[in-house]
């Protein structure tokens, strides 16, 4: 075209009519042309330009303002495939991001610690309960697992799974952080993340504390011991003074009696600690129910103490009761606060030295109402005072055996006091005597029925 333009400009380009022909010849490709542009900018141009701008808003995520194309139909068809690519892509994030949230929050609500571990045994994920359980203030993502636990159990179990491919379970213990604390106790188990049969790429840990079921398996097997212990003394003597009777059927009456005495005296012990033991186990269980009364507790205790007097006559020690008689009634189960009475007097007398005073005191304190018994006994020494409440607890084995006791007696005390939503204190000095303070609430609302 551009030399057939030479041509014609070469043949006319010397007169005007030629200049005329020109332009009659080159008008209407000018116009050609243009339009040919005009159908190249409307149909391709500007639609592959709005469809970059498009492919660029829906690989960055974005959803575009508008997915409408002018131009040739198939930029029409793309723009549609376009929008549903972009549905589907908005719909799968969504749905990651819901599933992430849900995850989230069934990782928190988690009591058992939860890791998640890579090949690498780098931390992926864990949840509040791991940190709590591990002590973990700072973030232990990114960083190994020996690095963050530094249990060397743990870190075979990662190793074990990944090699195996196959779910593992073991208990471990960690010795405590600080040494006033008891080790922890935690069944873990081990599961394989794979996205392919052979290989896993990831271990899910789940740490599950059973520091309390191994405390309470300690304190049964303690109390088993400790039960079968109590229990042998009198048995053996039973045994052996039964056995000198079968040897000796012509045994002097006054021997005789002697031995009569000694395994009454033991089968009435006998018969005390396996009151005592079915009442603690009462006590323990929840299938107890409290009866609460009003008590008067000036004359209830008075009551009380006529049951005491030949003992603390044999003892040759006297009490003095000081209970205002407008104090109001006491809302408790009366069995119940007798055993407590009964319990903190007998300690009274067997723990006191002749000639000296077992005082009992009530007043309203602290909304509850406070009974106090003191004696100026032997006291006890401040290292026993804060586990005198423990079962079987006896600051002197032997002379509290002599006494009669097995040490069940104030625990008794704190079960019943508890029960009422009360609560129990002992205050003593070694040689100078103890005093045992016991508080019942004074809303009876607060009394479990
Ligand atoms: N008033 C007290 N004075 C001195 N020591 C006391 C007194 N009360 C309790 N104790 C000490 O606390 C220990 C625990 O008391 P607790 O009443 O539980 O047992 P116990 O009196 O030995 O036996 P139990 O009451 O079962 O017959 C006693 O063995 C004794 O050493
Ligand atoms: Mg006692």
Redesign the pocket.
Known sequence: MVCSLFLAQSQFNDSPQGLQSILFYLTPVAIGIAAVLAYLQHSWITPVKRLERILMDVSSGRVPRSFIIQGAPIFTKIAAYLEKLSDNQHRLTQQISEEESNLQAILRSMVEGVMIVDKDHVIREVNDAFRRQFSINHNPVHRTVLEVVRVVAIEEMVTETLRSVEPQSREISLDSYTPDQPPRYFDVSAVPIRYDLATAEEVVLVFHDISRLKQLEDVRREFVANVSHELRTPLSIFRGYLETLLDNPKMPSQELNRILEIMQKHSIRLN?LVN?LLTLARLESRKLTLEPTPIQLELFVKQLTTDFRSKLEEHQLSIVVNIPADLPLLEADPFRVEQVLY?LL???I???NPHTSIQIKARVQDEAIMIQVS?D????PPA?IPH??ERF????KAR?RD?????????IVKHIVQLHHGRVEAQ?ELGKG?T?TVYFPLVPEKIEK
Request: glycine share 18%.
């Open positions: 005390a005592d319990n007998d300690n009274s067997k723990y006191s004696d006994g032997i006291g006890i026993d005198i409440f607890y006896r600051v002197d509290s006494a009669g006791g097995t040490g069940l007696g104030l625990s003593s103890t045992i």
